[in-house]
């Protein structure tokens, strides 16, 4: 087990900090994010971002890598955009053999 602190107020359950290594990189592009998505404080934005990747786990990294690769495609002229519905038909597609 973490060296990990706790606390407990009373506006909710106890809260557990943790300690994350992140190459600087990493932590400019997450600091870079949560202001522009308006969230209040980087803190904040991980606590979303975590919460997010538990309550949706049908999100894969591979499904991430995914979309990354095809934004990449997008920005540099390599791949045509593609229309809502031929999004969401890929998505039941992908989805169909499950």
């Known amino acids: 087990m973490s060296d990990a602190e706790t606390s407990s ?3 909710g359950p106890e809260t ?3 300690n994350l290594r992140l190459t600087q990189a990493f932590l400019d592009d997450i600091d870079t994010t949560w202001e522009e ?3 209040n404080s980087r803190s904040e934005f991980l606590r979303y971002a ?3 990747a538990v309550k949706h786990p049908e999100f894969s990294r591979e499904g991430w890598k995914q ?3 095809s934004e990449h495609e997008l ?3 390599e791949e045509e955009l593609v229309s809502r519905e031929e ?3 890929m998505m039941d ?3 169909d053999g499950e």
């Open 16 to 18: 557990v900090q943790i």
């Open 93 to 95: 597609d992908d989805t």
């Open 87 to 89: 999004v969401t038909a």
């Open 50 to 52: 975590a919460r997010d």
């Open 75 to 77: 920005r540099t002229g």
């Open 9 to 11: 107020g009373d506006n």
């Open 67 to 69: 979309i990354a690769a």
């Open 37 to 39: 998505q308006g969230f």
